[in-house]
């Protein structure tokens, strides 16, 4: 499983009717992720990091040429208690490359380089240099866990002439600010309507022309769109509203 990249996202919202169609013209260009289903598929819960200020948040809804943000993730299939491993990731961005640093450890041990209690020397030379920089980035902004995402993925991988391409479809996109743990049997809600869905083109240097002329085809129109951004502001505003209203949110 690859460690690091450097690479360009585009980022696009489709609806539900448009995907279809989308999805029939990518697969004569490429495969399904064998990582998934046949189909591609697999789901993803990730657990984000911020500081008390929310620096990662807004460093997004600002749009600085830099950021980044530290996240847990874990890929359950069909049964959570089975888990036992997670990724934890820093992901960054510098003007339109995007940087990803991933360490994969026993669960337990992950919660606790997230939260900064954590000895990396029993680790190789590369996963101890990345989580090195996980534990500063813990310490230096006090990230604690601040939001939940999960949602339903459907990936493709390039084909002979595009190795490095990805592309993802996330559905079913929910999170929560509440029951901060990505095994807790918790309720999520939906932070983007049901129907619409993020699509994700990954490169490593240029969007081929045949992907252009797809996107083109189905009128897609990037768009700065943040998974952890749109669960976040949704679950403060389902919060605000439940103590405005004296209601008990997740009873």
């Known amino acids: 499983m690859i460690r690091r990249f450097n ?53 997004k809804v600002e749009g600085l040429r830099f950021r980044r943000k530290l996240r847990l993730r874990i890929y359950p299939g069909t049964d959570m208690e089975s888990v036992d491993k997670g990724f934890c990731e820093i992901k960054q961005r510098m003007n339109r490359t995007v940087q990803k640093k991933r360490v994969t450890l026993p669960l337990d041990q992950a919660y606790a380089l997230c939260e900064g209690d954590f000895d990396p020397s029993h680790l190789d030379e590369l996963d101890q240099v990345a989580a090195s920089e996980m534990l500063y980035m813990v310490k230096i902004a006090n990230l604690r866990p601040k939001c939940m995402v999960s949602y339903r993925r459907q990936a493709f991988m390039g084909g002979r002439f595009e190795q490095g391409m990805r592309v993802t479809f996330d559905m079913q996109l929910q999170g929560r600010v509440h029951a901060l743990d990505v095994k807790a049997p918790a309720s999520n809600h939906y932070f983007m309507p049901p129907d619409w869905f993020i699509l994700e083109v990954k490169v490593n240097e240029r969007i081929p022309d045949w992907m252009v002329s797809v996107l083109a085809k189905h009128q897609c129109q ?18 605000e509203y439940a103590w405005r209203h004296k209601e008990n949110l997740y009873g």
């Open 222 to 239: 990037t768009q700065r769109v943040s998974k952890y951004c749109a669960s976040l502001k949704d679950g403060l505003n389902r919060l």
């Open 7 to 59: 690479r360009y996202e585009l980022k696009y919202v489709i609806h539900a009717s448009t995907y279809r169609a989308f999805v029939d013209d990518l697969c004569h260009f490429m495969e399904p992720d064998p990582y998934g289903d046949k189909d591609g598929f697999y789901r993803v819960i990730s657990l984000y990091y911020d500081s008390p200020d929310y620096q990662c948040y807004r460093a």
